[in-house]
């Protein structure tokens, strides 16, 4: 069976020509490919589109209604193609990149301002959500990920670190004491994210590996962490979350944090994900580049 777009080409051309011979010409063919070409295009449509002498062609009804159609599809191919054949010159196109809501507020859309204006041509797709999010089932270009990192296909690149905080508010603490080891946690009103499956299940994970498993009680659990941190800055309870939530209410005084017997959590660190292509996109290579440079000096940087 002929190429198809290659016989809608042959069609259009011996209309624009006015022959056969002419349409193969242009396109590199004999006089009988070109022939075969538009029999077959007439053959899977099951309809004649052009009345043909040895002197003329002349369109059908149909031909004339199929000659725009013709003329439409192949001009959708050029521009698809010339689009792609220009992303891989210059950064272009619509960009999706999804991130952690809290993470992405305070760090990612901030810095997309900049980027746009380092490459105009780039429109950015923004997607906050704490659920996990499948890269390729999702259409997602990119996905900043906090945390160790799933077997898969998918490439990384390390943009930094993001450790573990226990904070409670200076007013909690004047009251309900501060703890010095794990074990003192049972005592406490420990707010968790229900995000994390082994804080949800009412266990906070201690040490570099989490090996040491700490059994907790409190009155709140969320899905975001910014809304533990409202509460702990209210005296609700004590949070354990990343330092990139807790690290203004630190600073301000709100929040205050302190050391246990054991180390916190190591989380894995601070990554941007991507599909495996051996090329990507221009647009893609560029934030994935960008954002390497901005947090290699942020807070959540390397460590």
């Not at 229900?194 to 266990?203: I, V, Y």
């Not at 989490?210 to 509460?231: E, F, S």
């Not at 702990?232 to 302190?258: C, H, K």
Request: hydrophobic share 40%; charged share 20%.
């Amino acid at each position: 069976m002929l190429d198809r777009y290659t016989s809608m080409q042959v069609f259009v051309q011996a209309v624009s020509r006015g022959s056969l011979s002419a349409a193969g010409r242009e396109l590199n063919m004999s006089p009988a490919m070109a022939t075969k070409h538009l029999d077959s295009l007439e053959t899977r449509l099951g309809a004649k589109l052009l009345h043909r002498t040895t002197r003329q062609l002349t369109l059908t009804e149909t031909g004339r209604e199929y000659l725009v159609a013709c003329q439409r599809i192949l001009q959708d191919l050029e521009e698809a193609e010339s689009e792609v054949s220009a992303q891989r010159h210059q950064a272009m196109g619509r960009l999706r990149l999804n991130a952690p809501l809290s993470f992405g507020t305070r760090f990612i859309a901030p810095l997309i301002p900049e980027f746009t204006r380092r490459y105009p041509l780039v429109e950015v797709d923004l997607g906050l959500s704490d659920t996990q999010q499948d890269l390729l089932k999702d259409s997602w270009d990119l996905i900043v990920r906090i945390g160790h990192l799933a077997d898969s296909d998918l490439r990384a690149r390390r943009l930094g670190n993001c450790p573990m905080r226990l904070c409670a508010s200076p007013e909690y603490l004047q009251k309900h004491g501060t703890p010095n080891r794990v074990a003192e946690l049972s005592n406490h009103n420990c707010l968790s994210y229900s995000l994390s499956s082994a804080q949800r299940s009412g266990t906070w994970a201690f040490g570099q590996d989490g090996q040491i498993q700490v059994p907790v009680t409190g009155n709140l659990m969320a899905n975001n962490g910014d809304a533990l941190l409202a509460a702990a800055v209210q005296g609700q309870g004590i949070i354990y979350q990343p330092s990139f939530i807790v690290s203004e209410a630190l600073a301000s005084g709100t929040l205050v944090a302190f050391q246990l017997d054991h180390p916190p959590l190591e989380l894995g660190g601070l990554h941007v994900l991507f599909a495996p292509d051996r090329r990507l996109p221009l647009k893609v290579r560029a934030m994935i580049d960008y954002l390497v440079e901005v947090f290699e000096n942020s807070p959540c940087g390397p460590s």
